[in-house]
């Protein structure tokens, strides 16, 4: 699959459930996007957002820990140029790159899965995964 290269427009991170995120880096609590929720905004006619984030902080997150499979939007912020967000698994392999900054998008389908999301920098200590069901 192609890797796309993120572009210089950083902005704040809006997840699927209003205007936070959730810092998974440890894991402290799951935020599920529950199939309701992505029923809702399909028919109004939209994709599902999943909102990615990574900061030198090294602090690396996915805005839903669970979904159901399906079609989605997602946006990755990437604020810092020592790391990079990097998401694997079934007919999945997008990553924005370790010196680049910015906000990138990617249409992604994901399948019945657990995707793991890492810092491929950090792969050990910057690492979360999103269940998809």
Same mark, same amino acid.
């Given at each position: 699959?192609?890797?796309?290269?993120?572009?210089?427009?950083?902005?704040?991170?809006?997840?699927? @459930?209003?205007? @936070?995120? %959730?810092?998974?880096?440890?894991?402290?609590?799951?935020?599920?996007?529950?199939?309701?929720?992505?029923?809702?905004?399909?028919?109004?006619?939209?994709?599902?957002?999943?909102?990615?984030?990574?900061?030198?902080?090294?602090?690396?997150?996915?805005?839903?820990?669970?979904?159901?499979?399906?079609?989605?939007?997602?946006?990755?912020?990437?604020?810092?140029?020592?790391?990079?967000?990097? #998401?694997?698994?079934?007919?999945?392999?997008?990553? =924005?790159?370790?010196?680049? =900054?910015?906000?990138?998008?990617?249409?992604?389908?994901?399948?019945?899965? %657990?995707?793991?999301?890492?810092?491929?920098? @950090?792969?050990? %200590?910057?690492? =979360?995964? #999103? =269940?998809?069901?």
């Amino acid at each position: 699959m192609a890797q796309a290269q993120p572009h210089a427009s950083p902005d704040g991170v809006v997840s699927a @459930h209003g205007d @936070h995120s %959730t810092v998974i880096a440890p894991r402290t609590s799951e935020q599920v996007l529950t199939e309701a929720d992505v029923a809702a905004i399909r028919k109004r006619g939209r994709l599902p957002k999943l909102t990615g984030k990574v900061t030198g902080a090294q602090v690396i997150s996915i805005s839903a820990t669970s979904v159901s499979a399906g079609r989605y939007r997602l946006v990755v912020n990437d604020s810092t140029p020592d790391h990079n967000w990097h #998401i694997q698994g079934l007919g999945v392999d997008l990553k =924005t790159s370790v010196s680049g =900054t910015g906000r990138t998008k990617w249409k992604v389908r994901l399948r019945v899965d %657990t995707y793991h999301i890492q810092c491929d920098v @950090h792969p050990a %200590t910057m690492r =979360t995964s #999103i =269940t998809v069901t």
